[in-house]
Every structure is written in structure tokens, then in C-alpha cells.
């Protein structure tokens, strides 16, 4: 199997606060994990891709200053909202690769939804 | 940049049809081409992942084809069923490893 989780599934805060999503691999090691973001009736948006041991690589216009990712071993990464605003309410959704090798098939997590207030 | 286009953006039939969702992309030269499925408020389901040497993939009542030279795949949905509604969605992925995603198809087969 390939399970990916999620922590927390759903998620309400207040603005100005920070937030922390976890994302681990359950039944393997996952070189690469991606963070994703959804906002309603849109389709997923890459926001960062990162590797174990090293910095995360953010997508064009994602502030990596404001979302912060960890990808601490190979089976858990990270992405802290910080200073939260309601404009970051949205679904977050990682993703998990086997990889190095090809076919680099992703394994998605079942989601977070934040809200904040 | 790739861009995924997917037609229809919604789409409503009646239990037991056939039907077909498309999806096209703008660089052919990708890597795989995957379908998910996503139910409301929930995370994705893979479905089928064609890699762009192969043709077509089939499980169950779903299969889907790839025309890399065209930009073009298909998912064709047999004797559709009330528990297919959900949106489904068309990933390309190039040799970034990244995932670029289209809006969805959001299907709902009607009792």
C-alpha cells in the first residue's frame, strides 16, 4: 500500500495566530512530498515541493516566509500557516512520492481544511 | 507553462449511461497523465495513471486513454452508477515530478 495522513482533517483559528499541518507517509518512505492548496470549486494549486533534509522549494507567488515547511525525515513534513488570515482559509492537501526513480506516482493525503477567523 | 483544460466542467446523466470525460493539455511532452477522483470536502482518490509510453489503462469500469501527440486523454465511465457522482480531476506530470491539475469534472449520475 501507499497511505498518506493528515493532521489535523479540519482546523479553525483565529487571525494572527499560526497553524501546523503534518502530512507522514504511513507504509513507506517518501523522498519528495507536496503541499497543495484548494480554494472552493478551483483545482489543486502547487504550492511547494519538498525533499528530506533540504530547503523546501516554493511554487512562483507562494510566500515561503508565511508558509513554512519542514520535511524533517522521510516519512513526515510540515506546513506551518503563520500569522494566519482569512484569506489563507482553504483546503490544504499533501502528497507523498516514492520515488527517486521513476514513475514518481503521488499518494495524497486526505486533505485539511482551515479555517480562519 | 502546461496548462489542463477539462470539458465538461460539469456534467449530469442518468443511472446506467456511458460517459465521457476529457481532459487536454498544452505541452505533450509529459511524463504520465493520471486521474483522480474527489468527493465534497474530501481528498483524492487515484483512478488510473497511464504513463506516456502506454495508450490506455482500465480498472474496473473506468478507462482511460492518452494521445500524448495531441494533448488529448479520456476517461470513459461504463453503466454509470449514483455512487460515480463526485468531480473528477485530470493531473499531467512532467519531469519535475510536479502535478499540474485541471478544474474537474464534476459529475453527478442521477437515480
Known amino acids: 500500500g501507499a497511505v498518506v495522513s493528515q493532521h489535523p482533517s479540519r482546523v479553525i483559528c483565529k487571525s494572527g495566530t499560526s497553524v501546523k499541518i503534518e502530512c507522514r507517509s504511513l507504509d513507506f518512505q517518501a523522498t519528495t512530498m507536496f503541499w497543495y492548496r484548494q480554494f472552493p470549486k478551483q483545482s489543486l494549486m502547487l504550492m511547494a515541493t519538498s525533499n528530506e533534509g533540504s530547503k523546501a522549494t516554493y511554487e512562483q507567488g507562494v510566500e515561503k516566509d508565511k508558509f513554512l515547511i519542514n520535511h524533517a525525515s522521510l516519512t513526515l513534513s510540515t506546513l506551518t500557516v503563520t500569522s494566519a488570515h482569512p484569506e489563507d482559509s482553504s483546503f490544504y492537501i499533501c502528497s507523498a512520492s516514492k520515488g527517486p526513480s521513476p514513475p514518481y506516482e503521488q499518494y495524497f493525503g486526505p486533505g485539511t481544511r482551515l479555517t480562519v477567523t | 507553462k502546461q496548462e489542463v483544460t477539462q470539458i465538461p466542467a460539469a456534467l449530469s446523466v442518468p443511472e446506467g449511461e456511458n460517459l465521457v470525460l476529457n481532459c487536454s493539455f498544452t505541452d505533450s511532452a509529459i511524463y504520465n497523465l493520471q486521474w483522480f477522483r474527489q468527493d465534497p470536502g474530501k481528498g483524492l482518490t487515484s483512478l488510473l495513471l497511464?504513463?506516456?509510453?502506454?495508450r490506455e489503462q482500465t480498472s474496473g469500469r473506468l478507462n482511460a486513454s492518452l494521445d500524448k501527440s495531441s494533448g488529448r486523454s479520456t476517461l470513459y465511465i461504463a453503466a454509470s452508477q449514483p455512487g460515480d457522482s463526485a468531480t473528477y480531476l485530470c493531473a499531467v506530470q512532467g519531469g519535475s515530478e510536479k502535478l499540474v491539475f485541471g478544474k474537474g469534472t464534476k459529475l453527478t449520475v442521477n437515480p
Open positions: 497511464i504513463q506516456s509510453s502506454q
